[in-house]
């Protein structure tokens, strides 16, 4: 492969529902152009891009793949991404590093959910696309159909440049509306041979050629005057004018096939080197000073200063850590020096090369659009920023999406501890939409991510590449315990067993306070029937008694201790005495103040399409939450309410089963409530019988 200018690089995010055809698409690419021998497949573990054993054993994409491919003088790096929603974060990091997009649509399945929200994020970033409507000899295939759906949730129609001839088993060929020409697929690598349009399509082959024509005009007041004149554009003209509303994001350009029969793929590979933008066509990228904080903008040029984004990471245990990043002013080089803006820190890239898909081409120089990879860097990270020393910038990251799901996880074998915790910080390195916390409370370690499928992902691993095993379960909810009653209670140590004895004698008043206000302790002592020494020890022990509960052994929390009496022993009194004294009043106090269970609640945000609506809320009724708000979203409906921490542990699974995989949801902590009494019950069973 020869050396580019900027002006023809293509560097183009596939995206998609999961399950449309992404990869076979990619692997259709390579194969049809030469870049490889043989047409990968993802059912039989030959494919190029979706090579980790676990997207494999699932046939889905989980990683983001990268790979590039010649053709018509044109350089295309292609972006496979992954089309589940546990691994969206890769997915909106590839799109943020992309100047264009194939959005694949089954054409049985139509718009699904996913589709929907990489729709979103390419809006937010105004990215042009085209549309690829895979699978059409399926059966069940319908391209008028999707046609419809696209407009419906999409909320844009796609501009049809190719109309498919037949559908189903009898799916033989396309019509290109553009040279008015029958294209025959006429070989399994893709070729077809020009023929006339037959003749029981003319129909719709002049009103679909009209719509095209028409789209394209509206988009170019020059054309549009030559089209109201003569009523007609030229091929040449409606290509230049598809370009032009394409990039400026006002055309959509729609054709179809089959990538697993490599059908219809040249077509795309035409219209992805013609009408998707270069680096140069989507122009300066802006950023802020890091030193000034004003907003300065880069240029797609070679004597612009260096900078690029990072936007992903690769744990490898033999390699080291990869890291792929994109130029998008500048040059660069192995070896030549650069500023990560984002940690404030220097390094210094080793070998830099082009990934294809798992393999590695060395290259000498970088220019801006490059997507290339560089091994072993010590500090920088996926959505870093890394630029010029001399000319600092930084670029706005890719906001984390908050985890959704967590599991307690426990090392099968003892000591494996300390290699958890190595070997979860490398993979949060590659996916930072997992986290790893202690929670105090509960003494447990807590793996936080997107779904089941992306927790049991991230276990198979860290077994496969760090050798390390662990054990899932549910997180136990960290209930507390308060009262709702006062009262008052003597505590009282003496003890004597020859020689010095220990004496400690306390009265306390134990009342509420209201909830969220912690721990308050007073001193009201008067005419020293407790010297000022031993007070501190008083409240030590209570504190320390309160970290475990009378009614399930949970901590003790928003509550008042008043220290008000007691006595002393001139020789037998101490700070212990004292502490243990303060320690037994509290414990006894506390059960005369009709103690109760409290529980966590989150405040939760439920994005839904509007049919689910009945459904979703009767299901939150269900868990005990309830509902403070709805908004609307775009075409979707907000829900916003509140619900125990306990009744959702499961609610990804949950809410994707209940809305066809289209609803989402976030959740944050609140604050904690009363658990009823029935339930509260059960709670206080199961805690004593773990004890025992």
């Known amino acids: ?101 194939v959005v694949v649509i089954d054409a049985v399945g139509g718009v699904e959910f996913q589709t929907e929200k990489v729709w979103e994020f390419s809006d937010e970033l105004s990215l042009p696309r085209l549309i690829y409507i895979n699978k059409m000899d399926r059966e069940r295939a319908d391209f008028f159909k999707i046609l419809d759906d696209i407009k419906k949730r999409l909320g844009r129609k796609g501009t049809v440049c190719y109309l498919p001839i037949g559908s189903e088993e009898s799916f033989k060929g396309l019509v290109d509306l553009i040279n008015m020409k029958a294209l025959i697929f006429d070989d399994p690598g893709g070729k077809f041979k020009k023929e006339d349009i037959p003749s029981d399509m003319s129909g719709e082959v002049k009103k679909y050629r009209e719509t095209l024509v028409e789209d394209i005009a509206e988009c170019d007041e020059e054309l549009m005057d030559k089209y109201l004149e003569t009523g007609e554009l030229s091929a040449e003209e409606i290509k230049n004018g598809l370009r032009k509303g394409v990039i400026s994001g006002e055309l ?43 907003i300065e903008e880069r240029t797609p040029e070679t004597t612009s200063p260096f900078s690029a984004m990072v936007f992903k990471t690769v744990a490898d245990p033999y390699a080291g850590k990869l890291t792929l990043f994109r130029v998008f002013s500048g040059t660069a080089d192995s070896d030549s020096g650069f500023y990560n803006t984002s ?63 967590s599991f307690a996880i426990e090392a099968k074998s003892r000591g494996d501890e300390e290699k958890i915790i190595t070997s979860l910080n490398r993979l949060i390195e590659e996916d930072p939409t997992l986290s790893i916390r202690r929670e105090e409370q509960t003494k447990e370690m807590i793996l936080s991510g997107m779904g089941q499928v992306h927790i049991e992902v991230t276990i198979e ?121 303060g320690s037994m009043g509290f414990k006894k106090g506390i059960l005369q103040c009709q103690p109760t269970l409290l529980e966590p609640i989150v405040s939760i945000s439920i994005e839904i399409p509007g049919e689910y609506m009945g459904d979703v809320i009767g299901d939150l009724n269900g868990r005990r939450g309830r509902v403070l708000g709805m ?57 004593k019988n773990e004890e025992e």
Not at 69 to 78: L, R, S, T
Not at 530 to 543: C, F, L, M, N, S
Not at 549 to 570: C, E, N, W
Not at 656 to 669: C, D, N, P, Q, Y
């Open 631 to 687: 908004d609307t979203k775009g075409s979707n409906q907000l829900i916003n309410g509140q619900v125990p921490l306990a009744e959702i542990l499961t609610y990804a699974a949950d809410l994707r089963s209940m809305t066809s995989g289209r609803g989402t949801f976030t959740f944050e902590h609140s604050h904690y409530e009363e658990v009823p009494a029935q339930i509260a019950e059960k709670i206080i069973a199961k805690s």
């Open 1 to 101: 492969m020869g050396k580019y200018e900027s002006t023809s690089l293509r560097n183009v995010a596939v995206i998609g529902h999961g399950g449309t055809g992404k990869t076979s698409l990619c692997e259709s690419f390579l194969f049809i152009s030469g870049k490889s021998d043989r047409l990968g497949r993802v059912d039989d573990g030959t494919s190029n891009l979706d090579f980790e054993p676990e997207e494999q054993k699932r046939h889905i994409s989980i990683s983001s793949a990268t790979s590039f491919f010649d053709w018509d003088k044109y350089k295309v790096n292609i972006l496979d991404t992954p089309g589940d929603a546990n691994f969206f974060m890769d997915t909106k990091n590839c799109l943020r590093v992309a100047d264009g997009a």
């Open 252 to 294: 959509i350009p729609l054709t179809c096939g089959s990538a697993i029969n490599n059908t219809g793929i040249i077509s795309l590979m035409d219209m992805i080197v013609s009408y998707l933008p270069s680096p140069v066509d989507r122009g300066a990228v802006k950023g802020k000073n890091p030193d000034s904080d004003e």
């Open 343 to 405: 940690r404030k820190i220097s390094e210094k890239f080793g070998n830099i090369f082009y990934l294809d898909g798992k393999n590695q081409k060395p290259v000498e120089l970088l220019i801006p659009g490059d997507i290339a990879a560089v091994a072993k860097l010590k500090e920088t990270a996926t959505g870093n920023t890394i630029c010029s020393e001399e000319a600092k910038i930084i670029f706005e990251e890719v906001p984390l999406v908050p985890s959704l799901m």
């Open 461 to 581: 691993k860290m077994k496969r590449k760090f050798g390390v095993e662990v054990e899932l379960r549910q997180p136990k909810i960290p209930y507390r315990e308060t009262i709702k009653g006062k009262t008052q209670v003597q505590g009282k140590y003496k003890k004597q067993s020859g020689g010095r004895g220990q004496y400690g004698d306390t009265w306390l008043e134990i009342e509420p306070l209201p909830r969220g206000k912690g721990f308050e302790f007073v001193d009201k002592i008067v005419g020293g029937s407790i010297p000022k020494q031993y007070i501190p020890a008083v409240e030590k022990g209570i504190v320390e008694a309160m970290g475990e509960g009378v009614v399930a052994g949970y901590p003790v929390v928003d509550i008042k201790v008043s220290l008000y009496d007691g006595s002393f022993h001139t020789v037998d009194s101490s700070e212990m005495a004292f502490k243990i004294a």
